[in-house]
């Protein structure tokens, strides 16, 4: 299964963006059964959770530092992950990962998830 993170770029303080995730693979496979989650990396730091998501869309939460600001959000029909950012800040800038996660719900913690994508580069200018 690969994963394809896109969707990044470059916007002011207070702007938006909306990030997808898109599963391809094998014929038939899909990620509707998996938890997924999106985490970030900024320049000089480890990566960090930013919000995970049940295979249902049912469950879903948030890290402190987005809480309020960012919605995780999937449509399992067109095997597609979503993140939603508002009221960006300079501290949002990161490259953005999706990841699919070894079980139906996601994890705040990077070794529960299986697939990852490639990343996608998010600039938030003040």
């Known amino acids: 299964v690969q994963l394809q993170a896109f969707g990044g770029g470059l916007v002011q303080a207070g702007g938006f963006l909306r990030l997808s995730c898109a599963a391809s693979g094998r014929t038939g496979r899909t990620l509707s059964n998996n938890g997924m989650g999106w985490f970030r990396q900024a320049p000089g730091k480890e990566r960090e959770f930013v919000a995970h998501?049940?295979?249902?869309?049912?469950?879903?939460k948030s890290s402190d530092s987005v809480k309020g600001r960012f919605t995780i959000s999937r449509d399992n029909a067109k095997n597609t992950v979503f993140l939603q950012m508002d009221s960006l800040k300079p501290e949002d800038t990161a490259v953005y990962y999706c990841?699919?996660?070894?079980?139906?719900?996601?994890?705040?913690?990077?070794?529960?998830?299986?697939?990852w994508g490639q990343g996608t580069q998010v600039t938030v200018s003040s």
């Open positions: 998501i049940s295979w249902s869309g049912g469950t879903t």
């Open positions: 990841a699919a996660a070894r079980g139906p719900y996601g994890s705040n913690l990077s070794d529960e998830y299986k697939y």
